[in-house]
Structures are given as C-alpha cells and as structure tokens.
C-alpha cells in the first residue's frame, strides 16, 4: 500500500521527463545534455517540495489509505521522492547515449543497496510494530538510490571526453524552445507512465473495500489484496525484466531509425522485439501457471499466493508486449495512440474491480480479472494501431501457430520432468525437489524459445 502511494507520486514528478529526454537525446546528444542539465534542477526542487509535503501530511494520508500504521513507511519514503526522480532522469540521458554498461552497473548498486537496508531495518524495526517494520523496508528506497544517482553523477563527471565523442550534431534552437519540445513530449508520456499506478492506487482504494462488502473482514480483506497486489504481482513481474531491458535498448535505437528514414531497418528491429517478448511472454507465463504451489513455497514459505499466481500468469506476456509495442509508437512520435489503449483499459478495469470483487465468494477472482483487464484491453490496443499502419510489424498467423507450439510442448515436457523426480531421482529435500523441477523447466524452455526465435527470424546464434 505505501509502494502503491509512493509509485503513483514519484510519477507524478518525474513525469514522462527520463523518457523523453532519452529519445531526444538518441536524435541529438548535444541538445540532450542540455536538457539534462536544466531538468535535473527542476526536477531536483519539485521533487523536495513534494517530499517536505508528503513527511508533513503523512498522518493524513495514511488514514485516506485506510491503514493508520502507514504514517511511518510513507515518512520514510517521503525522501525517496527527491532521489528517485534525479535517478531516473540521469538514466534517461545516459540511456539516449546507448551507454547501457553504466546504467546496468548503477541499477545493481541500487538493488544491492535497498535489498541490504530494506533486511537490516525491518529487522531492527520490527519490534516496534509492524508500521515501523515497514518504514524500515522502503527507506531501502532511497539509500539504494542516491548511491546509484552518486555513482552516475561521478562517471558523467570524470569522463566528459568520453561523453563529448558521442555528442554528434550541434543544434541552434535555443533552450528554452528545446525544454518546450521535452515538456510537450513527456506530458504524453507522463500520462500513458500515470496510468499504471494510477491505476494500482485506485486498486487500493476499491479492492479492498469491496472484499469487505462481499463478507470478509478488514484483515481478511487486507491479507487477499496483499497476496494478489503484494506477493503475486511482484512474481509475475520478474519475467519482464527481459522485455523491459529488450525494450530500454530498442529505444534509442529504432528513434534513430525512424528519424533517418531508415524504414526496412526500423520494421526489422520492430518485428524482432515483437516477436521476441510475445514469445518470451507466453514461456514465462506457461511456468507461473504450472508452478504457482512451488514459487510460492520457496519465496514465501507460505501456500497463500498459489491462486494469485496462478491467476495473474498471463501478466508477463501482456505487459511485456504492451511495453514493447507503445516503446514503438513513442519512436514513431505517437505518444497519444498508448494513452487511448491504457484508458479504454481503464474504463474496463474499474467497474469490473468495482463490481465482480465486491461478489460473495467471488472477490478474488473478481479483483484479478480487474487488474488484468486494463492489460488486455491496452495490448489490443497497441498492436491494433501497429498493424493497421504496418501489416508486416508482427504476423498474427505465425505467433498463434508458435505459441500452440511451446503450450503443447511445454505442458508435455512438463510431464516428463515430473514423472522423473516422481519415478527415477533419488529423494531430494522438498525445496531442493521444487527448486531442480523449476530450473530444468525454464531453462528448457528458455533454450527451445531462444531455438524457435532464431529458427523463425533467420538468424544464427555464432556468426
């Protein structure tokens, strides 16, 4: 619930400013260090404006969330609210200079960080209530990331030669004309980003509450919101990491493309990353169907997020594809066809959270087909406008035919696997057991994806 308040406000800051800047940037990396530079200062006063006002009223906004313990975890992240954005800004320039080594190096120090406060302070904190145990977890928020933005801040300083090489072009239009072309371009975008967690805020609002009008109680209510928005939507997320890196490297990339004119290069590049994350999307989604029971005994200790895991499997295939496919249109300069799919998405998804979850006996089912109705509607969407503009960006035909294929193939191979550790290993531990069965499942699949992709692109793994 305080991720959920956090992700809609740190939105609202940076906007669709990182985005923006990086495609900018990937047109003309001159003029994009210059909009780097006077963004990370507005940016930087915005940003601890609204983080003095979210410590200030965090008692206020705690109750509006229902949940009075929050008023510690949202003071604790109020700091995240000023660090955060300059991050994502820093990467956004560094994304647009195709330097993804730096950017990849910072993400893992960030992680390493937030993961190591997150353990130490919920653990110290715990004691004092679950409120302050939780304030101890997200305050990982900012010490992972004003190291990451330290970091960056010290490469871009030390290697300004480096820097320089890729600068390219020099432009005439003055600033303050450039920063009115980067405010237009990230309002478009800010508003397809807001969407989401807009979205996700709404849910915290509506879920629960409708739960407990169709019979559960309050910590009832809480615990099913949890296990489908907390435990099962952290999981079903991991797979697209895949397809959120496939899609922050095609940016830059294919907006060169487009403002070249360089279109069989453009719809290559497009009809690979469709491919690529449709087909990842759908091995990914087949494992979480299959292994709800096991993912959430080895992360959770715990069966209660089986049904929420197995319900949202579809997610890294809808998001995955819906991030690539509006990561195109933003190249394309269509930065209001993604807004349209996200709020047709919406329209559907607040009435049926509204009505099915507030069903007796039906709430979890109902909350589900909710969240993951905006993903359908706004995949549809996406791939409607690409293909009514392109026929040739994705072939329908092929992806059906290739994903009967790994469904068939994959739930066969999963037979044979369990038949295997039932009949023919010797007895392993359980978590041993789950942890085998999962690894030689997914790396299976990984490999005949990776077989299949370049079988059906023409392309050769060692050239």
């Known amino acids: 619930m305080a991720y959920s308040f956090y992700g809609l406000i740190l939105t609202l800051i940076a906007g669709g400013f990182p ?18 530079k006077l963004s990370f200062s507005l940016l930087g006063i915005l940003g601890m404006v609204i983080g003095f006002l979210a410590y200030k009223f965090s008692p206020d906004i705690a109750l509006y969330l229902g949940d009075s313990q929050l008023t510690a975890a949202i003071q604790c992240i109020a700091p995240a609210l000023v660090i955060a954005p300059l991050l994502a800004l820093t990467r956004g320039f560094i994304q647009g200079m195709e330097l ?21 302070l919920a653990a110290l904190w715990v004691g004092y209530g679950n409120g302050f145990a939780v304030g101890g977890a997200v305050f990982g928020a900012f010490t992972g990331g004003i190291v990451a933005l330290l970091f ?9 030669a480096h820097i320089a090489g890729k600068r ?18 990230s309002l478009a975008i800010l508003t397809t980003r807001l969407i989401v967690p807009a979205l996700e805020f709404l849910d915290v609002l509506i879920i629960p509450h409708r739960l407990q009008a169709s019979g559960l109680t309050v910590s009832q209510s809480t615990a099913v919101f949890g296990e489908i928005a907390g435990m099962a939507t952290t999981v079903v997320h991991l797979p697209t990491i895949i397809t959120a890196a496939l899609s922050h490297t095609l940016a830059a990339k294919i907006t060169g493309d487009w403002k070249n004119k360089k279109s069989k290069q453009f719809l290559r590049r497009c009809q690979l990353a469709i491919n690529l994350g ?12 299959l292994y709800p029971y096991e993912i959430s005994r080895l992360l959770f200790g715990t069966e209660q997020a089986v049904m929420a895991v197995r319900y949202m499997a579809l997610i890294p295939v809808l998001t995955g594809v819906r991030e690539i496919t509006t990561t195109i249109l933003w190249a394309q300069e269509r930065q209001k066809d993604p807004i349209i799919g996200l709020i047709l998405g919406s329209c559907v998804s607040i009435p049926l959270c509204y009505l099915l979850s507030g069903i007796p006996g039906f709430g979890y089912e109902g909350a589900v087909i909710g969240i993951l109705s905006m993903e359908v509607v706004a995949v549809i969407w996406n791939m409607a406008v690409l293909k009514r503009d392109n026929r040739a960006i994705f072939l329908l ?5 290739e994903t009967l294929l790994l469904l068939f193939g994959g739930f066969a191979y999963y037979l044979a696997i369990n038949y295997f550790m039932l009949h023919v290993s010797p007895p392993l531990l359980e978590f041993v057991r789950y942890a085998a069965h999962m690894l030689v499942f997914y790396g299976g699949v990984t490999a005949y994806l990776i077989f299949r992709f370049l079988k059906m692109n023409n392309l050769k793994l060692f050239t």
């Open 19 to 36: 985005t923006a800047l990086s495609l900018m940037t990937a047109k003309n990396a001159n003029q994009g260090a210059r909009l780097f």
């Open 100 to 120: 993804y080594g730096s950017i990849a190096i910072s993400e893992i120090i960030e992680q390493v960080v937030r993961v190591v406060t997150m353990l130490a």
């Open 152 to 160: 960056l801040l010290i490469l871009l300083r030390d290697n300004p």
């Open 168 to 185: 390219g072009e020099r432009t005439t239009i003055s600033t303050p004309a450039l920063f009115s072309l980067l405010f237009q371009a």
């Open 278 to 289: 449709w087909m990842w999307g759908i091995g990914s989604s087949l494992f979480l169907y």
């Open 397 to 401: 035909i092929p992806l059906i035919f």
